[in-house]
């Protein structure tokens, strides 16, 4: 099967996800995001170095930038072909670590296959609760994630799901609606209800949910085997596109 869907749209969409939850700074060589009201959450301070002209010269910006608000210096991928062998010296010339994730892009293509589990209602979250906050606690993402997600709800096209059983919290996934494509994200089990299907039945309702809400392609990435083969079942196919995913950080 053939995937019709456009890289450069996806990689534009993957560049300006945190402009939904965090602050951003554009700069001649890309992006800063930075948040100092959350400055343990990565995806709310990173840096995205799109234009590899002066490259050392960037780096020194963005080290600078970062050191001055407290927060450590971060940087994400652009996606875009071959730029870590651009950036790999020099990102070791100026101190940074790299550390290489396995991620695989998938585009929804084809029908469902799950059948949900039994006793599972699902509606959308529109503000943190106390019953949401206890569940992000519970699952140990911390108040970084928290204010996160506080942050993302006030967007009207961030959409998080919750999947219940008998008024209990016991997943969650979101997806966010870009021009053209849209992104689902936030893909979790309370640690207590696992291996009983409730993500399984979230995915399938969420691809059917985001059907009734646009008409973009819908997309996601991971790297858990498990994971993976959920998102198969709901009908996602591996994006025949090879990125390469990885972040950098240096210790102030």
Do not use: C
């Not at 951003?24 to 400055?39: C, H, M, Q, R, S």
């Not at 990102?91 to 940074?96: K, Q």
């Amino acid at each position: 099967m053939t995937i019709a869907f456009n890289v450069n749209r996806l990689i534009e969409t993957e560049l300006n996800f945190a402009k939904r939850f965090t602050n951003v700074t554009p700069k001649p060589y890309g992006l800063i995001y930075w948040n100092e009201a959350n400055k343990e959450s990565h995806d709310s301070n990173h840096a995205i170095i799109t234009d590899f002209v002066g490259v050392e010269a960037s780096l020194k910006d963005i080290v600078n930038f970062y050191k001055a608000k407290g927060i450590t210096p971060r940087l994400y991928p652009s996606l875009k072909d071959k730029e870590l062998d651009i950036l790999s010296q020099p990102l070791e010339n100026h101190g940074f670590i790299l550390n290489h994730h396995p991620n695989k892009y998938y585009l929804h293509e084809r029908e469902s296959s799950i059948t949900p589990a039994a006793g599972v209602h699902i509606e959308r979250i529109r503000q943190m609760t106390t019953q949401l906050r206890d569940y992000i606690i519970a699952n140990q993402q911390g108040e970084h994630t928290i204010k996160v997600v506080q942050r993302h709800l006030s967007h009207p096209n961030y959409h998080l799901l919750g999947a219940f059983v008998a008024d209990e919290l016991v997943a969650v996934a979101s997806v966010n609606i870009f021009a053209g494509y849209s992104r689902v994200d936030d893909v979790h089990t309370h640690i207590s209800y696992r291996g009983k299907g409730y993500s399984s039945a979230l995915i399938h309702y969420l691809v059917s949910y985001h059907k009734r809400q646009s008409e973009n392609h819908l997309y996601l990435y991971s790297s858990m085997p498990e994971a993976i083969r959920v998102y198969e079942k709901a009908g996602f196919i591996q994006i025949p596109h090879e990125f390469r995913f990885w972040t950098a950080y240096k210790n102030l």
